[in-house]
Each structure stands twice: as structure tokens, then as C-alpha cells.
């Protein structure tokens, strides 16, 4: 029975699915069963190849060793025999499959908090991408003024793919005992984040107007409270880029 080879890319470092398939594959395999949570195969390659290359290095050092592999998504090394030819790897979601966007979810009832939350991610943003090696785009939400409040299907994916979601949680109003009500288009988009997200991948600003209980019990590391525009440019920029750490878009 003929061989049919997977090819198969390594991902150091965070990189666009459609940047990754454009350069050499790193390794060919052969699959030999795949599982919900793991994928058994032969690698084609030579041994030597293999053995002198950086991902098998890594490997070697105990490192979180990711592979792209067409047909079947992320996986992470867990176990490579030189002799037999065989590698086992694990099933793992990787940040390769999201853009590199920022979403930012605004509101409409108290602009003034989001268009300066816009205008100070605007300016991080360029400054930013002066020194990644991949530019960053800002994307805000769609808010139709007469349509029903739902999501498109753009909008779920924009929120899913992107690598920050960033929410206005600016309350608007305070209802019953002393708690804060936010946007109601905020608190749609943010469940769906909270869904779909890594909890490092979300950050919650909101201007502080108000004072009561945000409906949201979120970690100190996904809050950022501030009172005027100078304290926010103090604050968002150095925050931004520690949530961008992990995607390592800095030399």
C-alpha cells in the first residue's frame, strides 16, 4: 500500500496558519492511527536529520515541543524513538490558528470611556508594532444603531481568532443593591470570550464612574481600572504588552 506523507511544520514561536504553510514543511510523516487526544506515527526523515535539527534539540531539553500537521491541526511532542522511526504527539490547541488582532469590545451608551480606551490602544498599538515582527490590528466591534442585539458570525469569529480581547466595562448605570450595570452588547461579547479564551487572552477597563459590584468575577491580572485619560496611558501600554508576551512578537 503506498505511503501517503503528512507534512508536518514546527511552531517555535507564534505565527499566522497562512504564513506557516508558506515555508518548507519541518518533518514528514506517516501516519499509523490517530486519536481524539493523540496522533501515532513514522517520520520519513532521515534520523540523522531528526536528531541534528532545533525542534528535537528542544526536545531533548524538556521543552513544549509544537507541530502543525496538515490535515489534523496542533499537536505537541510527547515522545520520539530515533531507532523505530516513531514520534507520538499529543493533541494541543495552538495560538497559530488565531490572527493577529486585538477586539475590542466598545459601548455606546457612555462614549466617552471608549473612544479614549480606542484611542489609547490605537496609539499602544503603533508603537507596538515598530518593534513585533508581526503587525497587530485593532478591530472594534460592529454596532448596528437599529438592529436587534445578537452576534454575527464575523463578529463570534473575530472574537475567537483574535490573540487580546479587550472589553469596556465602564458601568452605565447602578440597579438594585449597589450593583453596576454594564453594556448589554459588552456582556454578550464578553460571555462569548470567556467561553472561547484563555483567561490571559482577556482584559477588562473600565473607567471609574460609578461605584457597586461589576457582574463579572474576574482575576486581578484581567481588570484595569483608571480615572483619566493620562492615568490610562500610563497603564495600558506596559499591560498590553505583558498579555502579548506569550505570543513572543519581540526580539
Known sequence: MAIIALKAWYVEQYEPISDIVKRPHDLRLSRNSLLK????????????DVETSPWFERYLGGEAVEFYIEG???YAVSNVDLISHEIYFTKQDLATFQEPTIFL?????????????AEVLEEAIAEINARSRLPLT?????????DPLRLSSTQLRQIRKSLLFIADGTPVATIGDNRLLLSSNVCIEMGYALQNKRSGQILLAQMER??????????THQQLSFKTATELRQTLPNLLETLLKRFKLFS
Not at 105 to 117: A, F, G, M, P
Not at 210 to 219: E, I, R, T, V
Open 37 to 48: 487526544s493523540g496522533l501515532r506515527a513514522d517520520f520519513l526523515d532521515d534520523s540523522q
Open 72 to 74: 489534523s491541526g496542533g
Open 105 to 117: 469590545s466598545h459601548q455606546t451608551e457612555y462614549r466617552e470611556s471608549s473612544e479614549l480606551l
Open 138 to 146: 485593532l478591530i472594534r466591534a460592529q454596532r448596528p444603531s437599529n
Open 210 to 219: 460609578l461605584s457597586g459590584q461589576l457582574p463579572f468575577d474576574l482575576a
